[in-house]
């Protein structure tokens, strides 16, 4: 087992969800069997009569930690280009989603890239998929990313595997950015293939991700949309809501406050609000009304720009809000943790009183300073976890 995904990541729900670690891992042993972080497949041995666990992760490389956006420290790529745009051509839109389809053209058009593993949702299902897209087709049908989680790693191998994609665009959330930077500053051999295979990441500004339940629970059950109404969902952080656009044209919003308890665990601790390590980065925050922002921080990027620009399929302004993206940037780190803090101070008043609570609270401390939780701690925990009254 890889200690440090379990001890620094998952056992302090860090984990973002991006799938890297998966798609990575060099013997195939990790899978998804529940929706924060991966599990280890247990593999067993007959010896003799009895049968005994195999430690698959022994003489391994650990390849499944170099690319894991939570083990690294990461700083922040400078912007190189800020500017308001948006979708030009047969649709003019300032929606994130079809100015990175625009962007997408561009680059494949220009021999920048020849395909793309992007998020995506099923219209009919509102479940969200991973899709590899290879042609111009596919990188414009589909809605792109709705903000409902989903691993966007695990169709990675697919795309450079079995498509033999070797220029691929990375589209999806900050975090996945932070993982294929981490995958390109790796000096690891094995994952040679995976450094040169990916030309291009493109992440759109991110709150945080959220469970499916969000629209089977809250938006369907309580709010009573039936799935067949939702068209898309869009998220206005400046406002604080998340807006449902139904097939009928209609527009249904929900607070903040109601689907916070729906994101990802994951997501408490992440202050990368605006893609700060992807070459591109596009949101709604701080554009020049009827305009989304895009900022690029490599070269890689900002030829990206420029071919779109130069192909018609993006219009661009030089007008945008700084403050309001820094503000927001800060507020992001500062409203979630300070949630977080006040969880723990309850925690901690509970622990007083009940010794059991100790181990929780200990861990939650452990989670918001970033300090590792200590074996003693753990073995704690699990014993606790999964008392049985002995
Ligand atoms: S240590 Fe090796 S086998 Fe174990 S999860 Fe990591 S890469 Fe996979
Ligand atoms: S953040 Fe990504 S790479 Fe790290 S443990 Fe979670 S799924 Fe794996
Ligand atoms: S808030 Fe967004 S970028 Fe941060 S961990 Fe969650 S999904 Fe990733």
Excluded at 51 to 63: E, M, Y
Excluded at 109 to 132: E, F, H, K, S, Y
Excluded at 292 to 309: D, H, K
Aim: glycine share 6%; aromatic share 6%.
């Amino acid at each position: 087992m890889s200690e440090r995904l379990n001890e620094e990541v998952w056992a302090l729900d860090r984990c973002s969800g991006c799938g890297m670690c998966v798609a990575t891992c060099a013997k195939g042993m990790l899978f998804w069997d529940e929706e924060e972080h991966p599990s280890l497949e247990v593999r067993e041995k007959a010896l003799g009569l009895s049968r005994v666990n195999l430690d698959s992760c022994s003489f391994c490389p650990k390849t499944c930690e170099e690319g894991c956006p939570q083990l690294e420290e990461w700083s922040l790529l400078e912007p190189k280009e800020m500017v308001s745009v948006r979708a030009k051509g047969v649709i003019v839109s300032p929606e994130p989603n079809e100015v990175i389809k625009s962007l997408l053209v561009a680059s494949k058009a220009a021999g920048l890239i020849d395909g793309a593993l992007l998020m995506d949702l099923n219209p009919w299902t509102l479940q969200p998929i991973v899709r590899i897209a290879r042609t111009v087709e596919e990188m414009t049908s589909g809605l792109g990313m709705q903000y409902l989680w989903t691993p966007l790693f695990d169709r990675l191998n697919e795309a450079i595997y079995e498509d033999g994609l070797r220029n691929l665009a990375i589209v999806g959330t900050p975090c996945a950015s932070q993982a294929v930077r981490n995958l390109r500053s790796s000096e690891s051999a094995r994952l040679t293939l995976y450094r040169k295979a990916i030309r291009l990441s493109i992440a759109t500004f991110c709150t945080g991700m959220y469970r499916r339940e969000l629209v089977t629970q809250l938006l369907s059950q309580e709010k009573g949309i039936a799935l067949h109404q939702i068209q898309r969902l869009s998220i206005s952080p400046r406002d604080g809501y998340l807006m449902a656009l139904l097939w009928d044209g209609s527009e249904r919003m929900v607070a903040f406050d109601e689907v916070e308890g729906y994101t990802r665990r994951g997501c408490a601790t992440c202050n990368d609000l605006l893609g700060e390590s992807a070459d591109l980065a596009v949101g709604a925050l701080g554009a020049k009304e009827g305009y989304c922002t895009l900022i690029t921080r490599s070269e890689a990027g900002t030829i990206c720009l420029r071919n779109a620009l130069s192909f018609g399929l993006l219009e661009s302004v030089e007008e945008i809000d700084e403050a309001a993206l820094s503000k927001a940037a800060e507020e992001k780190d500062r409203r979630k943790r300070a949630q977080a803090f006040d969880q723990l101070k309850l925690l901690m008043l509970d622990a007083l009183r009940d010794p059991q609570k100790w181990v929780e609270a200990q861990r939650e401390f452990s989670r918001l300073y970033g300090t590792k939780e200590t074996v003693q701690a753990r073995k704690e925990r699990v014993c606790h976890d999964s008392c049985a009254q002995c």
